[in-house]
């Protein structure tokens, strides 16, 4: 016996022991180096370890975590035994006793409701009643004319009493109706609260000696990115201009990024990093061209296999759970749970099961992918009824002067479960002064059906679009990545918005010239000329063009041009106008035997009417055959230049032009008679 006692204890020990061993901790992120596609997150803390082997776990980290990119170090006397993740959640619905005083609160309302219907029931039934015996004549000598006025005065005060309090009725029962549906809004908006889902690092430690621990982990999560773009300004020609290198930074992680050092990466993580290999190339006929794919590394997807999900089930017209509702994996639906009287239930996910469905009598099946540890259904019933029900008051005689049902069936509406409307009276009139006929209709309209549309409204989501702060940047090249260290500390809130965020800002010299292709466009466009670029690690993006204060467009900046120099453009300037005309005396067209031969000549004018004297660049072209048949025949250009590959003309004015200037160029296509060429 005393040995068995020996055991019990021994055996509660371990397992209060065993307790004991998980330490949790929420440690602050500190930094963030984001790529175009993820983002690398820092965390540090610093704890107190007592000696023994122990599990470290930090919680309330995003739930996008990549497993693999996982790394911890830790300072102090331990070492460290083992590194995972698993998942977590955290339920934001207020308490069950706030709950439960909401709900006593909604009871209280509905019973005042009843109260107030019902009462108007009945002053329908006394209304009715004495409309049925309105009529005042006596059996054989008729009535007195005292009694005729008592029997006036009194209908008249009773109708007087039964109307003024039916429409006291009707306000109260508007202004319940108000407070009804915020109590409604509140207690379904409590229950529909989103479930905060996130990871969780379990860091296996053996502590040597009560130690006080550092740790630094990070990992990468790829919901997380940015692009370069910049704004580019000039404050006139001749000045330098303004090259301002920016960046849009977006992040769905879900959790916000407070006072954290930000580091913009040129890395991409999730790039194929494998070298292709070449193999024996073989030719043989109908053979295929060699595939020059890779194959891009893909974002990993998290894996719930072996997980326990949990969740709840929830009726969408009301927000009330469901209990005993089906919850089963969809590929495997013989592992199932059933929901408990609060609407939860617990699961175990097997390996290759990424949805689950929910299945209730007299609800649509609902199926969900899997994508965090706790879950929520929004069943839907299969149909939501409306029922008008009208009340109709005849004259006496006619045989219809019930309520719309039979009175001796039981099958009246219970109180308290329609709204009131009144209708069927022109504007005058009443039921005293209409003898004949009176009508109310009564509408019947459900409170499931007044508490979806209450759901339905808690559904929206406002958005807006935010900037994040500037501040100054350390450049840093590194062997294969530049990575641009933002020095003031930032914040950018886990909304999908794109926050502004500065990089660097550079003064450039330039040089500035007008160009023109009159073939394409007539409008003469004043662009920046700009070497020494290669030195400021700039980046492929979009730019906004500034000159002297006025937005002009937008362009694109491409730093993967071989040329020295890049060339931005400004927009147009019209204070210089071009013309080019074809030269109708010196243009021909005719036939020599088969063949068929086109002659032109182009002018093109240009006319300074008070631009600025700097280079102008003017460009057109020869047309180039590829066919042996097509003759083309160059001919004067004048002082331009050619290009021999790309028949391409150049003239240049360097020191601008004053006045007008006059270009003239010829060339001449001989070809196939009859053949459909086009020809400019």
């Known amino acids: 016996m005393k040995k068995l006692n020996v055991l019990i204890i021994s055996v509660f020990s371990s397992l209060s022991l065993f307790a004991q061993k998980e330490v949790t901790a929420n440690a602050e992120l500190k930094k963030v180096t984001i790529f175009f596609t993820g983002a690398q997150m820092q965390h540090e803390d610093k704890l107190e370890l007592k000696p023994g082997k122990q599990a470290v776990v930090f919680q309330k980290l995003t739930d996008f975590v990549d497993p693999n990119t996982v790394q911890v170090k830790a300072q102090g006397d331990l ?50 009643l004495l409309m049925r015996n309105r009529d005042l004549k006596g059996n054989n000598d008729g009535l007195k004319i005292v009694e005729l006025k008592e029997a006036y005065l009194f209908m008249h005060q009773k109708l007087t009493e039964i109307t003024m309090r039916q429409s006291t009725i009707r306000t109260e029962l508007e202004e319940l109706q108000k407070s009804m549906n915020q109590l ?40 997380a990115t940015w692009k370069p773009y910049y704004d580019m300004r000039s404050d006139g020609i001749g000045k330098p201009v303004r090259l301002e290198a920016k960046a849009n930074v977006s992040q769905t992680t879900g959790i916000e990024w407070k006072n954290v050092d930000l580091v913009l990466s040129t890395n991409d993580p999730y790039q194929n990093a494998q070298e292709p290999t070449i193999n024996p190339w073989y030719i043989y006929y109908n053979n295929y061209p060699q595939q020059q794919t890779q194959s891009a590394r893909a974002i990993p997807a998290v894996d719930y296999s072996g997980e326990k ?8 017209t009301t927000g009330e759970p469901m209990p005993f509702t089906k919850v089963a994996f969809y590929g495997n639906p013989n592992i199932s749970a059933v929901t408990n009287f609060d609407g939860k239930f617990e699961i175990t996910v097997p390996k290759g099961e990424t949805y689950l469905k929910a299945s209730y009598v007299g609800y649509g099946e609902q199926t969900i992918q899997i994508t965090a540890a706790y879950l929520k259904f929004f069943m839907i019933p299969n149909q939501m009824e409306m029922e008008i029900v009208k009340e109709e008051y005849y004259s006496e005689g006619d045989g219809r002067y019930d309520f719309g049902w039979n009175s001796g069936s039981g099958n009246a509406p219970s109180s308290g479960s329609y709204d009131i409307l009144r209708d069927g009276l022109a504007e005058g009139e009443d039921a005293v002064n209409k003898p004949n006929y009176y009508k109310a209709d009564v509408q019947i309209l459900t409170k499931n059906k007044q508490k979806h549309a209450l759901f339905s409204q808690n559904q929206s989501i406002n958005s807006s679009y935010n900037y994040a702060p500037t501040g100054n940047t350390i450049v840093q090249k590194k062997d294969m990545r530049v990575e641009y260290a933002i020095v003031s500390k930032m914040n950018i809130p886990s909304d999908g918005m794109e926050h502004r965020v500065s990089i660097s800002t550079y003064d450039l010299n330039a040089n500035y010239e007008y160009h023109v292709v009159p073939k394409m466009d007539p409008s003469v466009y004043l662009a920046a000329q700009v070497t020494g670029w290669e030195k400021l690690n700039l980046m492929s993006g979009e730019s906004n063009i500034y000159f002297d204060g006025t937005f002009m467009g937008k362009s694109f900046l491409d730093v993967n041009s071989t040329k020295d120099t890049l060339s931005f453009s400004f927009g147009k300037d019209n204070k210089i106008s071009i013309d080019r005309t074809r030269i109708k005396e010196k243009s021909k067209s005719k036939t020599i035997g088969s063949r068929q031969k086109f002659e032109v000549t182009w002018e093109i004018k240009i006319k300074n009417n008070g631009g600025t004297l700097i280079p102008l660049i003017i460009k057109d072209q020869f047309p180039i055959s590829n066919n042996d048949d ?51």
């Open 309 to 316: 999900l949990r969740g709840e089930v929830i009726d969408a």
């Open 79 to 128: 070492t460290i035994l083992s590194v995972r993740t698993r998942k977590n959640f955290e339920d934001l619905k207020i308490s069950t006793e706030e709950m439960k005083a909401l709900n006593v609160k909604r009871k209280t309302l509905d019973a005042k409701d009843n109260t107030l219907r019902d009462e108007y029931t009945i002053l329908e039934l006394d209304k009715n």
């Open 630 to 680: 097509i003759k083309v025949k160059q001919g004067s250009f004048g002082n331009g230049k050619l290009d021999e590959k790309t028949s391409i003309l150049t003239w240049s004015f360097l020191n601008g032009i004053t006045g007008t200037q006059t270009i003239i160029f010829d060339y001449s296509i001989d070809y196939q008679s009859g053949a459909i060429l086009y020809i400019e």
């Open 184 to 223: 409604e809004q509140e207690i379904i908006s409590q229950r529909s609260k989103p479930v905060i889902n996130y990871s969780e690092i379990v860091v296996e430690v053996d502590v040597e000696k009560a130690t006080s621990a550092t740790f630094i982990f990070n990992y990468i999560s790829p919901r």
